[in-house]
T-cell receptor, first 114, second 112 residues
Framework: ETGVTQTPRHLVMGMTNKKSLKCEQHLGHNAMYWYKQSAKKPLELMFVYNFKEQTENNSVPSRFSPECPNSSHLFLHLHTLQPEDSALYLC?????????????FGQGTRLTVV | KNQVEQSPQSLIILEGKNCTLQCNYTVSPFSNLRWYKQDTGRGPVSLTIMTFSENTKSNGRYTATLDADTKQSSLHITASQLSDSASYICVVSGQAGTALIFGKGTTLSVSS
């Protein structure tokens, strides 16, 4: 276990549904990240939060909406997704963005959009 | 453009054999390079980290090398085990505060 917990582990949703992914860490880290991993593609950075403030939005469609209420929790709200959004969504945390941060990853949420 | 290229894309070896995975990068400025192991359906876990001044670093049966001049790194796995079957991802960190750059990974299958 890396100390980063993601729920749910698996999610199947229709294109008209609204769902949320949750990420939680109690490592004392101040930076949290959402990544998308599609089949046979490298991890794609989606969002970065540093000290609860969003510092990066990697041109992610508005149907993905992140929320970081505190340094320990990160959410990804999903609505009106497309089948091509099906992927493994990984949350990670690090001490902060500066220096040589090692990212600790959660086990991911396998999302299927039908 | 900052990129990380890994080879081979996939590799199959017999248990007990050695193998070497390659990573070439064009990231500049360079801060550090990490190798992650990702088991199927799970998040990546860090194996090693190498900075500009380091040439070799070992972690058990895993040995990473770095040539900062040619911008190449390798991960050597000795006496492979079935549990080594996973994706191995090379991740490069550039200027402090910028996003990590991930390679596509090498999928290693160890068979008995």
């Amino acid at each position: 276990e890396t100390g980063v917990t993601q729920t749910p582990r698996h999610l199947v949703m229709g294109m008209t549904n609204k769902k949320s992914l949750k990420c939680e860490q109690h490592l004392g880290h101040n930076a949290m990240y959402w990544y998308k991993q599609s089949a046979k593609k490298p991890l794609e950075l989606m969002f970065v939060y540093n000290f609860k403030e969003q510092t990066e939005n990697n041109s992610v469609p508005s149907r993905f909406s992140p929320e970081c209420p505190n340094s320990s929790h990160l959410f990804l709200h999903l609505h009106t997704l497309q089948p091509e959004d099906s992927a493994l969504y990984l949350c990670a945390s690090s001490q902060d963005q500066a220096g040589q941060p090692e990212a600790f990853f959660g086990q991911g949420t396998r999302l299927t959009v039908v | 453009k900052n990129q990380v290229e890994q080879s081979p894309q996939s590799l199959i070896i017999l248990e007990g054999k050695n193998c070497t995975l390659q990573c070439n990068y064009t990231v500049s400025p360079f801060s550090n390079l990490r190798w992650y192991k990702q088991d199927t359906g799970r998040g990546p876990v860090s194996l090693t980290i190498m900075t500009f001044s380091e040439n070799t670093k070992s972690n058990g049966r895993y040995t990473a090398t770095l040539d900062a001049d040619t911008k190449q790194s390798s991960l050597h796995i000795t006496a492979s085990q079935l549990s080594d079957s996973a994706s191995y991802i090379c991740v490069v960190s550039g200027q402090a505060g910028t996003a990590l750059i991930f390679g596509k990974g090498t999928t290693l299958s160890v068979s008995s």
